[in-house]
Nanobody, 124 residues
Framework: QVQLVESGGGLVQAAGSLRLSCAAS????????MGWFRQAPGKEREFVAT????????YYADSVKGRFTISRDNAKNTVFLQMNSLKPEDTAVYYC?????????????????WGQGTQVTVSS
């Protein structure tokens, strides 16, 4: 079992930045790939970014590539999402998730454990 708790969401103006954190507890954090997903009102939950167990590989959705950076600190059991140049269309609830799938995973069905989410609102 892995428990995930997100933090760092809030209200920010367009072009601003936020840094989300996801603290993990339970099973060995460093053995899991981690991902960030988001869900806007009335829309499906969508993939944002993923990082492998060691942090050596990352992959991003085209919509956030070049603006968002995913990273992890296995010593602190935490994964981060640095979000720069935010746009109103980035407004959503952001979820972190853990997967035992090897390599990089951008399909949400591969993620077994999910956090409760943190709201990010970007005003124009």
């Amino acid at each position: 079992q892995v428990q995930l708790v997100e933090s760092g969401g809030g209200l920010v103006q367009a072009a601003g930045s936020l840094r989300l954190s996801c603290a993990a507890s339970g099973r060995i954090f460093s053995s899991y790939g981690m991902g960030w997903f988001r869900q806007a009102p009335g829309k499906e939950r969508e993939f944002v970014a993923t990082i492998n167990w060691s942090g050596s590989s990352t992959y991003y959705a085209d919509s956030v590539k070049g603006r968002f950076t995913i990273s992890r600190d296995n010593a602190k059991n935490t994964v981060f999402l640095q979000m720069n140049s935010l746009k109103p269309e980035d407004t959503a609830v952001y979820y972190c998730a853990a997967t035992a799938a090897p390599g990089l995973a951008w399909v949400k069905s591969l993620y077994r454990y999910w956090g409760q989410g943190t709201q990010v609102t970007v005003s124009s």
